[in-house]
C-alpha cells in the first residue's frame, strides 16, 4: 500500500543515523582501541599546573601579536622538554600566555616557562653524526683540519699563529665538497655580508664525526713553547693542550653520549651560561654539535626578514639581519675569527633555547653589522628562521601573576558535580514531556539518548585527533544543550499535535507537522549556534569551553531531529496504538481538547 504524499516512512533517515554513530565508534576505536574510548580531561577535571604569564615589553619595546606568538611556540617548546605530553600554551588577551600541563604537579615547570626566551650565536668547535659514539673526542686531531692559512687556537674568541705541522696535513687533507654529504645531511648554509651579493657558499660541514680544529676555545691557557721554537707558534700538542683545558671532560663525555635520534634530546630548555662551551642538536635531528661561547646575544639582532634575491628564481629564499651598534662590532670580530677556517669550525651556530636552528657557513667579515643567510630555503622555512631571529630573544619579560595546583580531587568533584546536575537537569526534562505529551515522550527520551551518546564520541574523537580536553566549563555547555535539544522536541511535538486538532490523522499530521516545525528549529538552534561561535571567538579561558561544547551540542541536536526524532515519530505514527490516538498515546483527541473544539465549532455554526 502506498503512502500518501508528503508522509515517509522515515526508515532511511534511521539507517543513516545508525550508520553516523557506526562510523563514530569505528573511528574511536581505530585511534585509541576498545576500553579506551573516554573523553580527555582538561586540567580542571584532571587536576595540573597552570601558570599564567604576563609580558613586559623590554628596553622600549612593544607587545606585538608576533611576539606573542612566537613566545607560545617557545614556551609550548619548553614545556614539551620536560617530558610532558598534550600541555596547553595558549595566548589570554593581549599580553597574557596560560601555560596549563594536565596532571603534573612540577614547581620546575612554573620555574622555568616564564624565562625569557635565549637566542645566540655560537662558534661551532665540532659536529658529526646525530648517534652517540664510544669513547672521547681526540682534542689531539683538533688542529687536523687547519688550512695553510690557518690560525691555531690561542684563546676564546681569538687566535694565535699558523701551526706548521697544521699546514702539512691540512695540505694532504682534500677539502670537502658542497651538497649533502654521505649520511644524507644536507649541506650548511651560508653567512655572508649584505654588501656581497656575489659570495659563494663554503664548502659544506664535514658529515663524519670526528673532530676538527676549534676555533673558539673557552679559556686562554698560557702558551708553553717547545725549546728551539718560536713562542708566537705554538705546537699541535700545545694547542690540544689548551683545548683539554679550554673544553672540560664532562663536556666531551657528554657530547659522546649524546642522541639527537631521541626527540626528548631536541626539545631544549637548558640554558647554559654564554662563557660555557655546550653540546646542542639541531632541531631536525641531523646533527650534533659542540658549540663554543657565545659572544654575540639574539638581543644585539635589529631586525630580521626573509625574502628573495632581485631576479631570483624559486627556491632561492634568504634571511636578511641586521645588529645594533654593540651587536655590529662583536658580529664583525665573530666572523672576523671564523672566516677563512676549515669546516666545520668556520660555521656559527643559531642557537635558541639550546636547540641548534641552522649553522651557516662565514665566508668573510662582516663590519657592517648586516648579514645576509643563504641556503636551500623555502619560503616557510625562510620565514621560520627569519621569526627566529627577530623574535627568538623575545623583546618580553614575563611575570608570573598566577600559579596554581589544582588537584585531582578537586577535579573529581566539580565533575560529579556537573553530571548530578545534568543528571536532574535530564530528569526534569523528561518529567516533563512524560506528563505533557505521554507516550511520546519516550520519543524524547531516546533522542536525549541518542543526543548524549552522539556528544560524548564526538567529544571522545576530537580529544585523539585534535588534543580536545573536556573543561568543567565544557560540561556546563552540555548540561545547556539538554534544554536546547528537549525545546526542538516540544516545537515538533506541538505542531504535529496542531495538525490532528486541524482534523488530519497521527499518520499524515506528523509530516505536515514537521513541515511547519523544522523552519521553526532550524532558526534556533542557528540563532544558538551564532551566540556559542560569538562567544568562542571572543571571550577567553573557560568561556572558549563552555562556547565550543554549546556549538558543538546544537549540530548533534540538528543531526538527531532530523535522523532520529522525526523518522521515529513518523514510524510510531503508524502503529495502531498512536494511529487510533488511544489514551496516554500523546495523540489523544480527547487530550488534545478536539470535543471541545468540535462543539464549539457547532455552536458558532
Known amino acids: 500500500m502506498s503512502t500518501s504524499k508528503g508522509v515517509g516512512r522515515g526508515g532511511n533517515p534511521l539507517r543513516l543515523l545508525a550508520l553516523t554513530l557506526a562510523l563514530l565508534v569505528g573511528g574511536l576505536v581505530a585511534m585509541i582501541g576498545v576500553g579506551a574510548m573516554h ?18 615589553p623590554l ?19 619548553r614545556v614539551n622538554g620536560f617530558g610532558v605530553s598534550e600541555a596547553q600554551v595558549t595566548t589570554l588577551g593581549s599580553n597574557n600566555i596560560v601555560v596549563s600541563v594536565p596532571g603534573q604537579n612540577n614547581a620546575r615547570i612554573v620555574d622555568q616557562v616564564g624565562q625569557t626566551a635565549l637566542l645566540r650565536f655560537r662558534p661551532v668547535l665540532q659536529s658529526g653524526g646525530p ?24 684563546s676564546l674568541g681569538g687566535t694565535a699563529s699558523p701551526s706548521p705541522k697544521a699546514k702539512k ?10 651538497g649533502a654529504d654521505d649520511s644524507g645531511r644536507a649541506t650548511s648554509d651560508a653567512l655572508r655580508s649584505a654588501d656581497d651579493p656575489n659570495a659563494s657558499p663554503s664548502a659544506t660541514s664535514s658529515p663524519s664525526a670526528s673532530p676538527s680544529k676549534s676555533a673558539n676555545p673557552s679559556a686562554s691557557p698560557t702558551k708553553t713553547a717547545k725549546p728551539g721554537k718560536d713562542d708566537a707558534t705554538p705546537s699541535e700538542e700545545d694547542v690540544a693542550a689548551a683545548l683539554e683545558s679550554a673544553i672540560p671532560k664532562a663536556v666531551r663525555e657528554k657530547y659522546a653520549a649524546l642522541n639527537c635520534l ?7 630548555g637548558d640554558i647554559e651560561p654564554v662563557e660555557a662551551v655546550v653540546v646542542a642538536c639541531d632541531k631536525d635531528g641531523f646533527t650534533k654539535y659542540l658549540l663554543g661561547p657565545s659572544a654575540v646575544q639574539g638581543t644585539q639582532i635589529s631586525g630580521a626578514e626573509a625574502g628573495l634575491p632581485q631576479g631570483a628564481g624559486v627556491g632561492a629564499w634568504l634571511i636578511n639581519m641586521e645588529f645594533d651598534g654593540g651587536g655590529t662590532t662583536a658580529f664583525g670580530n665573530l666572523t672576523r675569527s671564523l672566516a677563512g677556517l676549515a669546516p ?11 636547540v641548534v636552528y641552522s649553522s651557516p657557513q662565514v665566508n668573510g667579515e662582516i663590519p657592517d653589522g648586516r648579514a645576509v643567510i643563504e641556503g636551500n630555503f623555502t619560503s616557510e622555512t625562510a620565514k621560520d628562521l627569519a621569526n627566529v631571529l627577530k623574535y627568538g630573544a623575545l623583546p618580553l619579560a614575563f611575570e608570573k601573576s598566577t600559579a596554581s595546583t589544582i588537584s585531582a580531587t578537586v577535579g573529581d568533584d566539580q565533575l560529579k558535580g556537573g553530571l548530578i546536575a ?3 537537569g535530564l530528569v526534569l526534562v523528561v518529567a516533563y514531556c512524560i506528563y505533557f505529551y505521554r507516550a511520546l515522550g519516550i520519543a524524547a527520551l531516546l533522542g536525549l539518548i541518542v543526543a548524549a551518546a552522539m556528544s560524548y564520541e564526538m567529544i571522545s574523537l576530537l580529544g585523539e585527533a585534535i588534543g580536545y580536553r573536556l573543561s568543567i566549563a565544557g560540561v556546563a555547555g552540555m548540561i545547556v544543550a539538554i534544554g536546547i535539544t528537549a525545546d526542538s522536541f516540544v516545537v515538533f511535538f506541538e505542531r504535529l499535535r496542531d495538525e490532528i486538532r486541524d482534523g488530519r490523522s497521527p499518520r499524515t499530521a506528523v509530516e505536515y507537522g514537521w513541515i511547519r516545525a523544522r523552519r521553526t528549529i532550524l532558526s534556533a538552534n542557528f540563532v544558538s549556534l551564532l551566540a556559542a561561535g560569538v562567544l568562542y571567538f571572543f571571550s577567553v579561558a573557560e568561556v572558549k569551553g563552555f562556547a565550543f561544547t554549546l556549538g558543538l551540542a546544537t549540530m548533534i541536536d540538528v543531526v538527531v531531529i532530523f535522523l532520529f526524532t522525526k523518522p521515529l515519530c513518523a514510524w510510531l505514527m503508524r502503529r495502531p496504538y498512536f494511529a487510533r490516538g488511544r489514551p496516554w498515546s500523546g495523540v489523544n483527541p480527547e487530550s488534545l481538547g478536539m470535543h471541545q473544539l468540535r462543539a464549539a465549532r457547532a455552536k458558532e455554526a
Open 39 to 56: 573523553p580527555r580531561l582538561a586540567i580542571d577535571l584532571a587536576g595540573g599546573t597552570s601558570v599564567t604569564l604576563t609580558a613586559k
Open 59 to 77: 628596553e622600549g619595546g612593544k607587545i606585538t601579536p608576533d611576539a606573542m606568538d612566537q613566545a607560545v611556540t617557545i614556551i609550548r617548546q
Open 131 to 154: 648517534e652517540p659514539t664510544t669513547g672521547l673526542p681526540d682534542l689531539g686531531d683538533l688542529t687536523a683540519g687547519l688550512g695553510e692559512d690557518d690560525e691555531t687556537p690561542d
Open 169 to 178: 696535513k691540512a695540505s694532504a687533507s682534500p677539502s670537502p665538497s658542497s
Open 262 to 268: 631521541d626527540p626528548a634530546a631536541r626539545q631544549g
Open 344 to 354: 666545520p669550525t668556520n660555521q656559527l651556530a643559531i642557537v635558541l633555547d639550546g
Open 422 to 424: 545534568g543528571a536532574i
